[in-house]
């Protein structure tokens, strides 16, 4: 893993790639998904999914879904450009 300095703004969201990584490779998500099984055919996320969603929220400091849009937009319009 190579790390580099930057003068760009640090945000709640660095580093989240490297922790998304570590967590993949330890198998989390598939012993998740083995131990809770498949959803409904209707379902378009998996058991991992949601949990992965809830846990990078979490890491990049929200405490629950309405954090995305009330507490972390500022941050997501700087990454993404959406308003």
Do not use: P, W
């Not at 760009?8 to 790639?17: A, C, H, K, P, R």
């Not at 131990?35 to 992965?52: C, E, N």
């Not at 846990?55 to 400091?61: A, E, I, K």
């Amino acid at each position: 893993m190579k790390i580099t300095y930057s003068s760009d703004t640090i945000n709640s969201f660095g580093g989240i790639n490297f922790a998304d990584k570590i967590i993949r490779e330890a198998s989390i998500y598939d012993t998740i998904d083995q131990t809770l099984g498949i959803r409904g055919v209707k379902a378009q996320y998996s058991y991992s999914d949601l949990f992965r969603s809830y846990l990078m929220l979490v890491l990049c400091g929200g405490e629950c879904a309405e954090d995305i849009t009330e507490h972390l937009r500022s941050e997501l319009n700087q990454l993404t450009g959406f308003q």
